[in-house]
């Protein structure tokens, strides 16, 4: 039989073939058959029990986290109309397999209802301190124990307050006094509440308590004509914080540790609107700034123009033209790595014109072009403030490692990350990258003794790690 149609159902029967393949992991299509096979194979049929489902068992501890490391959240379901955004997470959560057990306070439950919620976690639904069937072995403790993390959205004011104040008058409120692993909130309600004094003297309270939040965020409330802080995060953003929390502390290879880099094209300006600039989309260059961050590096990051948005954790200085971003650059300093990855104009125009230059019947006006300050050189042939690694970058057309290696000797940086940048492979503006590492050892080598290695095509994002690894590795190997 390739398919199952069944129709004409009560809705006691719908109700019990909906939660009874929530509870086993299965599609409704799915129990069916294990139903009639089942029975065919003399099981008795379930008739007894379509009215009021069974409860799913509860699993092992060690069988919910899946044995094979699978993390696993309580996840507590606050009363607010943000509630429905909780079915999106438990979804979120699922597809990045961590295990997910809810809980619903009973104004949870006016807005989304026990059996959804279990339908989208496989899980049973727990809304009821003195349930029998749970509390008999104190279900609470166990929901604020056998997990990695307790996750409370939407984390109502009234939620907060209890919290805050150590109540325990609920199922929700008992597990989070009772909970010895990590708490995040995701709060959510009217920008009034959330800017009273009481709700922030008990958000101060909850951060000196070490309780993880994200958000809320500004933006239209469900109630007509109001708007504010207080949206409860989206469910994507909340499932990134969960996976922060619940990842292994990360390496910090570059702590202590000041990163300089630059990033995108300059503009020079021809006009009040017009100008000169390149293709480059700063998009590498970011990449390499949240790298070095996550590798706890202090970073600042000079950038050109550019529509990126700025790395978490890195200090950015936006600038216009070549000059800029030198005069930034020698700000910035001192460093212990100097990154210069941004695409700088090589020439500018000698005079900048005050208006709008217009056609005349001689033709074109002339444009006289100026050679701008070449920033790697610059800073690369310090005496004083040199940093102890400086690395370039070679956009090239043609001959890529000959040009890269009389580039690195002519500008005098430590290493050189060459590209071909020739239109047809779209790396200017585009999310992948083929680049050569080329490194010396000294400053009195030859070309020939510069060090190439070639890496695979790889993600703007993998290329910039792979360069924060190699960084690290030779910033531990000097020290």
Not at 211 to 238: C, D, L, V
Not at 292 to 304: F, R
């Amino acid at each position: 039989m390739a398919s199952l149609t069944i129709r004409k159902l009560d809705d006691a029967i719908k109700s019990y073939l909906r939660l009874r393949s929530a509870q086993n992991g299965r599609s409704v299509e799915e129990e069916v058959r294990v139903i009639l096979r089942e029975y065919c194979e003399g099981s008795p049929a379930p008739t007894a029990s379509l009215t009021s489902p069974s409860a799913p068992a509860e699993r092992p501890v060690a069988e919910r986290a899946n044995a094979a490391g699978q993390a696993s959240v309580t996840l507590i379901i606050g009363g607010g109309i943000a509630a429905f955004k909780s079915m999106e997470l438990i979804r979120r959560l699922k597809e990045r397999h961590i295990d997910v057990r809810c809980v619903l306070t009973k104004a949870a439950q006016q807005f989304v209802t026990p059996l959804s919620a279990s339908a989208l976690s496989h899980e049973r639904v727990y809304t009821d301190l003195f349930d029998p069937g749970s509390e008999f072995d104190a279900g609470h403790i166990r929901l604020a124990r056998e997990c990695d993390l307790i996750v409370v959205a939407p984390a109502t004011a009234d939620l907060m307050a209890k919290m805050a104040q150590g109540h325990a008058d609920d199922l929700a409120s008992a597990i989070l006094l009772a909970a010895d692993r990590p708490i995040l909130l995701a709060p959510a309600m009217n920008p009034l509440m959330w800017n009273n004094a009481a709700t922030r003297r008990n958000v101060m309270q909850l951060r000196r308590d070490g309780i993880h939040m994200i958000g809320p965020s500004a933006g239209e409330m469900a109630e007509a004509n109001e708007a504010g802080i207080g949206r409860m995060s989206e469910a994507i953003e909340i499932a990134a914080a969960v996976v922060d929390i619940l990842r292994p502390p990360r390496p910090r290879p570059l702590a202590g540790k000041r990163v300089l880099i630059t990033a995108g094209p300059t503009h020079e300006a021809i006009d009040p609107v017009r100008y000169i600039a390149n293709r480059s989309s700063g998009k590498q260059g970011f990449a390499i700034a949240a790298a070095a961050q996550a590798a706890a590096a202090d970073v600042t990051l000079v950038s050109g123009p550019v529509e990126l948005r700025d790395p978490p954790g890195v200090t950015v200085i936006r600038v216009e033209s070549a000059r800029d971003m030198l005069h930034r650059v020698e700000a910035a300093l001192p460093a212990d790595i100097a990154i210069f990855a941004a695409a700088v104009a090589d020439w500018r125009v000698a005079n900048e014109g005050e208006q709008k230059l217009k056609k005349t019947a001689a033709g074109m006006p002339p444009l006289q072009l100026v050679e701008n300050p070449d920033i790697l050189a610059t800073i690369s042939k310090l005496k004083d403030r040199r940093p102890p690694l400086v690395i370039g970058f070679a956009a090239e057309t043609e001959h890529l490692i000959d040009n890269a290696k009389a580039k690195i000797a002519r500008k005098g940086c430590d290493w050189i990350v060459a590209n071909d940048v020739s239109p047809a492979l779209g790396v200017m503006g585009g999310d992948r990258n083929t680049v050569h590492l080329l490194t010396r050892d000294g400053t009195d080598i030859g070309v020939d003794d510069i060090k190439v290695d070639s890496w695979p095509v790889m993600t703007k994002e993998q290329v910039a790690t792979e360069l924060v690894a190699k960084i690290a590795k030779t910033v531990e190997k000097n020290s």
